[in-house]
């Protein structure tokens, strides 16, 4: 599975959109963009995946650029709830390649009041 | 609501005990999953099933072995405690159906100590 580079921190004021990227240079053709947080003393969420087209739901919006090498997950408005530590991870579907992704340090993102 | 538990949100033992620790998840998942969490190390991937009776190694399944007898519960065994296995163990399920694969449901965490 291709690996993922995300900043160690970031900030961002309530209310505001919380914009986190993430860099997968080496991915291939039929790996998929995946996004989980986890909150602390938590188990990890899945908030959103994606292959190449723009996702959205309830929780997030995935903006994939067209070559694939990058994403962002979007919060449109941040709570303080939304403080965690955010994973990007990118993985290939079928048995093979169940789980087997990585989750590495991630995006420790805070909200401030 | 979809739920996985874990037997024991925080267990201390002493090196070289037997350690089992249990997974149920509610979902009827055909996958389950075994992690670690270690602080600058991430979320690494011990074990995982995709069937009863079925296990494939991860990245770091020394030390310990997997048991799934039943579709619901996948147990992990730690068959001579150490040190170095102090550490947050995760379990996690998914569907097997296309769309949702990799859509991983974990539970809340097991904090052990291994003394």
Same mark, same amino acid.
């Given at each position: 599975?291709?690996?993922? #580079? ?9 209310? &505001? ?12 053709? @039929? %790996?998929? $963009? ?15 995946? /994606?292959?190449? @087209? ?5 929780? =997030?919006? +995935? ?14 408005? =941040?709570?303080? *709830?939304? #403080? ?5 991870? !990118? ?5 093979? @390649? ?7 340090? /991630? ?7 | 609501? $979809? ?8 267990? !201390?033992?002493? #090196?070289? %005990? ?17 992690? &670690? ?6 979320? *690494? ?30 147990? +992990?065994?730690? %068959?001579? =405690?150490?040190? @170095? ?10 569907? *097997?159906? =296309? ?9 809340? /965490?097991? *904090?052990?100590?291994?003394?």
């Amino acid at each position: 599975d291709a690996k993922t #580079t995300q900043p160690p921190s970031m900030d961002c004021a309530e209310g &505001r959109a919380a914009n986190l990227p993430c860099n997968h240079s080496t991915i291939s053709g @039929n %790996e998929y $963009v995946y996004w989980y947080r986890q909150i602390h003393s938590q188990g990890p969420q899945y908030i959103i995946h /994606g292959l190449k @087209n723009n996702e959205t739901n309830e929780m =997030a919006s +995935l903006i994939i650029t067209e070559d694939r090498k990058s994403s962002t997950l979007i919060l449109p408005h =941040a709570t303080l *709830r939304d #403080t965690a530590v955010y994973y990007c991870i !990118v993985r290939g579907l079928g048995n093979t @390649n169940a789980g087997k992704s990585t989750f590495g340090d /991630g995006t420790t993102l805070t909200v401030k009041p | 609501d $979809v739920k996985v538990t874990q037997s024991s949100r925080y267990l !201390v033992k002493r #090196t070289g %005990e037997k350690v089992f620790l249990e997974c149920v998840q509610d979902m009827d998942h055909e996958n389950m999953f075994w992690y &670690r969490q270690d602080p600058g190390l991430g979320l *690494r991937l011990i074990y995982f099933s995709y069937d009863v009776k079925m296990k494939e190694k991860g990245d770091i399944p020394e030390g310990y072995s997997v048991s799934r007898e039943k579709k619901e519960r996948f147990s +992990l065994i730690l %068959e001579s =405690a150490s040190t @170095n296995q102090t550490s947050m163990y995760l379990c996690a399920s998914s569907s *097997r159906t =296309a769309k949702r694969y990799n859509e991983q449901f974990f539970g809340p /965490g097991t *904090r052990l100590t291994v003394l």
